[in-house]
């Protein structure tokens, strides 16, 4: 695969093209203005809301990002949602009221397109008082369609408590994690990275087997085994976590250390 070149490049965001400090260096900027010159689309593929995307759209200007795990696509130029795969209601209250059952210390919030509301009890990590964050009760929230529920537990390991959402949910809907805490992240049923990559692929008319992805953790393994296996590259960080490292054509250095632009330059 020596002379191997992409068609279309994705990348996460959070430990994968920002750098710890939440920015994206000059010298990967410079790298993926490269091949975008050279007329290869670069897309986001992120767990971030659309309402996080304003800063990143600063730097890459226009391009589609992936957002929500693929529950949401967001053309970055016109700032305008494209398109949106929901959980319904129903699958809410169902999900919810058994987790609940499971484990009472269990506490949600859910992603509705540019807003997001939680729970009192629930504690935000990042943007408590920004516009279109506002506490609500359970009841509000499971009764639309929303982007992603989340469900945080404040006590139980990240591991066990997102083994215990899988459980619950079984079939009804998909459960990822991009967390170190532990948080799980629900979207509707064969809602992944990979899914909202494989949209936006088709628009530019590229099949997966022409695209290389980059990625950290456990929410990127749909998309990697959707490049990888037909015949793409899914590149992971060199701190990236097990699970997906497992699942990786290759291993990249870290995302302080620029890992996505000195794998482009590789290439």
């Known amino acids: 695969m020596s002379d191997w070149r992409p068609r279309l490049i994705a990348s996460d965001m959070d430990g994968t093209l920002l750098s710890s400090d939440d920015t994206v260096s000059a010298a990967t900027v410079a790298e993926i203005d490269r091949w975008r010159d050279g007329g290869v689309p670069f897309v986001l593929a992120t767990g971030r809301p659309p309402r996080w995307m304003h800063r990143i759209r600063k730097v890459l200007g226009a391009g589609t990002a992936v957002c929500c795990n693929g529950a949401v696509l967001l053309d970055l130029e016109t700032f305008e949602i494209t398109h949106e795969e929901p959980v319904h209601p129903d699958v809410l209250r169902s999900v919810t009221d058994e987790l609940r059952r499971r484990q009472p210390g269990t506490w949600f919030a859910v ?35 929303v982007a992603k529920l989340l469900a945080r537990h404040e006590d139980l390991p990240r591991d066990e408590f997102v083994a215990l959402v899988e459980e619950v949910i079984g079939e009804q809907a998909t459960v990822t994690c991009s967390s170190t805490d532990a948080l799980a992240e629900i979207s509707g049923i064969g809602v992944t990275k990979a899914s909202g990559l494989a949209a936006v692929a088709d628009r530019h008319g590229v099949g997966p087997e022409d695209v290389v992805v980059f990625g950290d953790m456990p929410n990127d393994i749909a998309a990697f085994e959707w490049a990888r296996n037909a015949g793409g590259r899914a590149v992971a960080m060199a701190h990236a976590h097990p699970d997906l490292l497992a699942v990786a054509t290759d291993v990249t250095v870290g995302n302080d ?5 000195a794998f482009l330059a590789s290439l």
Do not use: C, N, S
């Open 111 to 145: 992603e509705y397109g540019l807003e997001f509301r939680h729970e009192p009890i629930y504690k935000p990590r990042w943007d408590v008082d920004a516009p279109g964050v506002a506490e609500a009760t359970l009841e509000e929230m499971v009764g639309q369609p």
């Open 257 to 261: 250390e620029d890992g996505v632009a």
